[in-house]
């Protein structure tokens, strides 16, 4: 079945510092591709999404690509703020309208 | 994107009792669903709720211990029968997008002591 598989945390970085999540996924066919938030005490925030290969998607100063061959969504961000603290979600998605998340990232960013 | 409410937000039960959880969404959808995500856990399916139909349940999640209603394009319910401490979580409700993205809930945080 398909699966996505993110880089463990917790990932602690200070103000300013660039950020890399890792993020690969197994399926069948081309599933599109979702980066989800949840901030502390809230639900899950769609942040970005790319449903092709090559494709971008991008939000908030955060952009991942979405990588065929290398079966990869990789989230980054080149400077990130102390409001960026919160988890990460990777996620996959396709024709049978159902999600596969990975695990979640929980990142804290120090002033 | 559709605007998710969930009721009630928070909630603390007694082991043996039942909760019933609403998600009302301000547009028609066809697809919505219901997650669990224990804590500091991911997200787990419980099932997909469709107008007109029986919900469709993941593995190892039941209709007895999980009712669904999905009564119209906007509005589901999702209770969590004969609680015990292990349905502690956080369960959030989502609707589908076009692309297959998902849009969520704030979530309602059930503790069960």
């Known amino acids: 079945g398909d699966s996505v598989t993110q880089m463990e945390g917790p990932v602690t970085l200070s103000e300013e510092a660039f950020l890399t999540i890792n993020c690969t996924y197994t399926?069948?066919?081309?599933?599109?591709l979702f980066w989800y938030v949840q901030y502390p005490g809230e639900g899950l925030q769609l942040l970005l999404k790319?449903?092709?290969?090559?494709d971008k998607g991008s939000n908030k100063g955060f952009e991942a690509t979405y990588r065929k061959e290398t079966t990869s969504f990789h989230l980054e961000k080149g400077s990130v703020q102390v409001s960026d603290s919160a988890v990460y979600f990777c996620?996959?998605?396709?024709?049978?309208?159902?999600?596969?998340f990975g695990k979640g990232t929980l990142l804290t960013v120090n002033p | 994107s559709a605007v998710i409410s969930q009721k009630p937000s928070r909630d603390i039960c007694q082991r043996g009792t039942s909760l019933t959880i609403q998600c009302q969404v301000d547009?028609?959808?066809?697809?919505m669903f219901w997650y669990r995500q224990q804590p500091g856990q991911s997200l787990t399916l419980i099932a997909t709720?469709?107008?007109?139909?029986?919900?469709?349940?993941e593995s190892g999640f039941v209709i007895d211990k999980f009712p669904i209603s999905r009564p119209n394009l906007t509005f589901s319910t999702l209770t969590v029968s004969n609680m015990s401490p292990e349905d502690s979580s956080i369960y959030l409700c989502?609707?589908?997008?076009?692309?297959?993205?998902?849009?969520f809930g704030p979530g309602t945080r059930l503790t069960v002591t």
């Open positions: 989502s609707v589908g997008g076009v692309s297959y993205e998902q849009y």
């Open positions: 709720a469709n107008q007109g139909s029986e919900a469709t349940y």
């Open positions: 399926a069948t066919g081309y599933p599109s």
């Open positions: 547009s028609q959808v066809t697809m």
């Open positions: 996620a996959s998605g396709g024709s049978n309208y159902k999600l596969t």
């Open positions: 790319a449903t092709k290969a090559d």
